[in-house]
């Protein structure tokens, strides 16, 4: 099983990014995936969820209106447009899959819920 995070890099406030996450390893058009992202000196944080036909999807609060998950399950990937980036949303960013079906709202942003992580793409937004 394999997740890669990719696409993070530096943006001024108010920016854009799209961040992708490309699996192998498994059968990707079974599992629902989560994004989570870790700030320096912090926890690690449920950014999003998107089940495996997009049908349910789970934003924090505080990324609500400004990012979009989606997925391609043609293409074992899964996107979050981010928008209207804030300074507070530094942070490293990580892809997992939910193992299982869809999580009871509110687990999706446990971490523990997760059997799988990529590694991070890091995302810094500063002027």
């Known amino acids: 099983v394999q997740l890669q995070a990719s696409g993070g890099g530096l943006v001024q406030p108010g920016g854009s990014l799209r961040l992708s996450c490309a699996a192998s390893?498994?059968?990707?058009?079974?599992?629902?995936i989560g994004w989570f992202r870790q700030a320096p000196g912090k926890g690690r944080e449920g950014v999003s969820y998107?089940?495996?036909?997009?049908?349910?999807?789970f934003y924090a609060n505080s990324v609500k209106g400004r990012f979009t998950v989606s997925r391609e399950n043609a293409k074992d990937t899964v996107y979050l447009q981010m928008n209207s980036l804030k300074v507070e949303d530094t942070a490293v960013y990580f892809c997992?899959?939910?193992?299982?079906?869809?999580?009871?709202?509110?687990?999706?942003?446990?971490?523990?819920?997760?059997?799988?992580w990529g590694q991070g793409t890091l995302v810094t937004v500063s002027s």
């Open positions: 390893g498994f059968s990707f058009d079974r599992y629902g």
């Open positions: 997992a899959r939910y193992p299982g079906s869809n999580p009871i709202a509110g687990l999706w942003a446990v971490p523990s819920q997760y059997d799988s």
């Open positions: 998107i089940s495996v036909s997009g049908g349910r999807i």
